[in-house]
C-alpha cells in the first residue's frame, strides 16, 4: 500500500474517533476497544467503497468545438462558383473579324474592271459605237430650261439651241436626261463674234443636277485652245474651281468668229479622254465625279454676250471599245 493513502487512513480514522467522542452523551458507556484485527476489517472495507482516481475533465469544462472547420470549403467554393459564368460570356475572337470582311461596293469594282481593257481611239469614237443611245437635234427646248437667269440666256430657232453669255462668269444650262457615268458625249457648235478668251463646252458629271453646283468642264475658247477643270461650289465662300489641264492650245480646234467645233468627251472609269473635231487632245484620270448629269456652259470673257449655236447633242451609254 502506497503511503498517501495509509496516511488518509490514519487520518479518517482519527477523524472518527474525535467525532465519535464529540457526538457522545456523557453518560453513554464507553465502548470496548476495537482489537487490529477487527481494525483491518474496517479499514479494508472503507478503502474498497472508496472511488478509483481519474483524470477525465468533467462535461461542463469540454472545450467547445471549432467553428472555423466548416468554414474553410466555404471561400473556394464562392470562389469556383464566381469564375465559372464568367467563361460562357467570353466573345469568340472569329465574332469580331466578321464585320470587318466587308467587300468592296460593286460600284467601284465595276468602274476598275472596266478601264483596263479600254483603248481609247485616236479619232472620232462615234465612228466605231454606232447608234447613239440619247441624240436632241434641237429643234425645240423640250429637253432643256429656256428664258434667262443671272449668268446665260437660251433660246431655240432654226433648228438650234443659242446660249448666250451675260457675264465674263462660267454659267450653264443642264439637259433634262438620266444620269450618266461611262459614256462618250458630243455636239457640234458654231462660235459669232468672239475674241480671244471666249469660251465654251462641256458640263459634265453633275451629282445633283436641281443645285448643279458640282461637275466637270470640258471647255475650248475662241483663240483655240482647251482646258479641264473641277467646279465645287461647297468648298469655302465662294466654291473652289480645280484646273486639271489649263488652257492649252490645239491645231484640232477651228480659232476665231464664226467657226464650228465638234468637241466629244470620252469618259470609261475614272479615264477622261478629250475629243475635238475627231482628234484625240489629251487623256487624264480622276475620280471626284463619278456619274451625273450634263449640260452646256459658256462665258463671255472678252465678247459682251457671247452666243454660240449648238446644232446637235449626243450620248452613247457604256461605250464598248
Request: some cysteine; aromatic content about 8%.
Amino acid at each position: 500500500m502506497r503511503p498517501t493513502i495509509l496516511f488518509r487512513i490514519i487520518i479518517l480514522i482519527v477523524f472518527i474517533g474525535l467525532l465519535s467522542a464529540c457526538t457522545l452523551p456523557l453518560t453513554t458507556a464507553t465502548p470496548p476497544p476495537v482489537s487490529d484485527s477487527e481494525m483491518a476489517t474496517r479499514v479494508a472495507k472503507i478503502l474498497t467503497e472508496m472511488p478509483s482516481s481519474t483524470s477525465a475533465i468533467p462535461t461542463g469544462e469540454l472545450p467547445p468545438l471549432a467553428t472555423s472547420t466548416p468554414e474553410v470549403p466555404d471561400e473556394p467554393v464562392a470562389d469556383t462558383a464566381t469564375a465559372e459564368p464568367e467563361q460562357p460570356t467570353q466573345i469568340p475572337p472569329t465574332a469580331t473579324l466578321e464585320p470587318s470582311a466587308t467587300p468592296v461596293p460593286p460600284t467601284a469594282t465595276a468602274m476598275v474592271t472596266v478601264a483596263p481593257g479600254f483603248t481609247p481611239p485616236p479619232d472620232n469614237p462615234r465612228t466605231k459605237l454606232g447608234t447613239a443611245s440619247w441624240t436632241d437635234n434641237l429643234d425645240d427646248g423640250d429637253n432643256w430650261p429656256t428664258g434667262p437667269d443671272k449668268y446665260t440666256a437660251i433660246n431655240f430657232g432654226d433648228g438650234k439651241l443659242k446660249l448666250t453669255g451675260l457675264t465674263t462668269t462660267d454659267g450653264w444650262r443642264l439637259a433634262s436626261t438620266e444620269k450618266l457615268s461611262s459614256m462618250y458625249l458630243e455636239m457640234t457648235v458654231s462660235t459669232g463674234t468672239c475674241t480671244g478668251s471666249d469660251r465654251f463646252g462641256f458640263l459634265f458629271r453633275v451629282p445633283n443636277a436641281a443645285e448643279a453646283n458640282r461637275g466637270y468642264l470640258f471647255g475650248i475658247s475662241c483663240d483655240g485652245s482647251y482646258s479641264f477643270r473641277e467646279w465645287d461650289a461647297t468648298i469655302g465662300s465662294k466654291g473652289q474651281m480645280t484646273t486639271h489641264i489649263n488652257w492649252t492650245n490645239a491645231s484640232a480646234i477651228q480659232a476665231g468668229s464664226n467657226k464650228s467645233n465638234t468637241i466629244g468627251v470620252l469618259a470609261i472609269g475614272d479615264r477622261i479622254v478629250l475629243y475635238a473635231n475627231g482628234v484625240l487632245l489629251k487623256e487624264l484620270k480622276d475620280n471626284t465625279f463619278t456619274e451625273g448629269s450634263f449640260g452646256i456652259f459658256i462665258g463671255a470673257r472678252e465678247t459682251d454676250n457671247f452666243t454660240i449655236s449648238v446644232d446637235e447633242i449626243a450620248y452613247w451609254k457604256n461605250p464598248n471599245l
